[in-house]
């Protein structure tokens, strides 16, 4: 017997809550779909801009830790160069709290929620999305199928959507993904105030993660701990590079020593761009699922919260006028690109600019050199842009950025 509504939502992280969220307030039954229970982990360095705590009155339980600087370290001796964030900076959370407070604000507007629900197939007439089947061999019908499930996203492909944004391009999709890999280390919330104050931390290096960079997000009791490079770099296993770093990097070693590792994971993460299109007949695409990450950063929460909600009003627009044709879905996609489209895109731009015109230089020797200073470039640009942007909405007061060698 297959179960009916008007809109289904795949995945219950921040693009398949706010999707669902603002579907339900537009009127459509809708019911959210996640493959496990909640709250579940979820491999982040957990750093949320402070435009998502204002807007979502994200409570302070789930907020484990302020950022007012973002610290970096770069070969050959690892000196230390910060960015002052400015006004609110940056908050630290884990997934796990995160999602599930954003899934209780899709509850609260009338959303249904269905866990331990494995999405493995599409339900398709006459080219049209209409629904999903799952691992248990239910059937749920739809009008609006809104695909959340990540990087890998089983929706995507199913639908035929990787065949138009990789394979008829000459790319497989590992050329836009980053493989990463995180450890939550306990340090005890003393330790960890004395070691980072108010600052989390970027690592550059080959030696670290060619190609990428590892991150530390301090937390109350906690630190998070990863690395990402794009996958075709890898040279070594990503467990390798990791407790490379955590040992032997000269300044991560002392960060992290006499830390205990109490998880570990692994997760894909899109970095090159947003995938267009983002739309068929009955479908829409939010999130990982539809590359909506900083190419610089590597960030996603804050692209996927905003696309989830264009997701969302979209659908239930299409819902209260029973047009469900790609080209009533259109829409979706000009809202996005208007939210956060065109800012991925100028990062885009400046990953080219920077770090894309290091990595298309013939000699090895030479792109190893060069990559580190690409990388801090194309940082600091992209903060000195945020916060102009700050400025005119008014949201922030003026951060400062400096570089400066600490002891």
Not at 99 to 126: F, P
Not at 296 to 310: F, H, Q
Not at 316 to 324: K, L, R
Request: hydrophobic content about 40%; overall charge neutral.
């Amino acid at each position: 017997m297959a179960h009916k509504y008007d809109v289904i939502v795949v995945g219950a992280g921040p693009a398949g809550s706010m999707a669902a969220m603002k579907a339900a307030e537009g009127g459509a039954k809708t019911i959210i779909l996640e493959k496990y229970r909640l709250p579940r982990f979820k491999l982040c360095g957990g750093g949320i801009a402070n435009w998502l705590v204002k807007h979502l009155n994200i409570p302070e339980e789930v907020l484990e830790r302020q950022y007012k600087v973002l610290s970096f370290f770069t070969p050959p001796n690892y000196e230390r160069h910060d960015i002052n964030l400015g006004g609110l900076g940056y908050f630290g959370v884990y997934r796990d709290a995160l999602d599930y407070q954003l899934t209780k604000l899709a509850l609260e507007k009338g959303a249904e929620l269905k866990e331990n629900t494995h999405v493995e197939g599409v339900v398709k007439e006459e080219g049209c999305v209409k629904g999903v089947t799952t691992k248990d061999r239910e059937k749920f019908e739809g009008d609006v199928v809104i695909a959340c499930d990540g990087a890998l996203s089983t929706i995507a492909k199913k639908c035929g959507m990787w065949d138009m944004w990789f394979k008829e391009k000459g790319e497989t999709w590992k050329d836009q993904m980053c493989f990463c890999v995180g450890v939550e280390m306990r340090l005890g919330e003393k330790v960890i105030t004395e070691r980072y104050a108010d600052s989390y931390m970027i690592f550059t290096g080959r030696d670290i993660a060619p190609m990428g960079y590892a991150w530390i997000f301090p937390k109350r009791e906690n630190v998070s701990v990863g690395l990402g490079s794009m996958a075709k770099t890898l040279e070594k296993k990503p467990t390798d590079y990791m407790n490379r770093f955590i040992k032997n990097n000269p300044i991560a070693s002392k960060l992290l020593e006499g830390g205990e590792v109490v998880l570990k994971r692994g997760a894909w993460i899109p970095i090159r761009n947003a995938y267009k299109p983002s739309y068929d007949s009955g479908l829409l695409i939010a999130g990982d699922a539809a590359g909506m990450v900083s190419p610089i950063t590597g960030e996603g929460v804050y692209y996927a919260v905003r696309a989830g909600m264009d997701a969302g009003v979209t659908a239930a627009e299409a819902v209260n006028s029973g047009d469900f044709s790609a080209e009533f879905l259109s829409a979706y996609q000009e809202r996005w690109v208007k939210s956060v489209g065109n800012i991925l895109d100028f990062q885009d731009q400046i990953f080219q600019n920077t770090v894309g015109k290091i990595l298309a230089l013939e000699d090895e020797k030479e792109k190893d050199e060069q990559y580190e200073k690409g990388f801090v470039e194309a940082f600091n640009i992209f903060v000195s842009v945020i916060e102009k942007y700050a400025q005119q909405k008014k949201e922030t007061p003026k951060a400062t950025t400096t570089s400066q060698k600490k002891s």
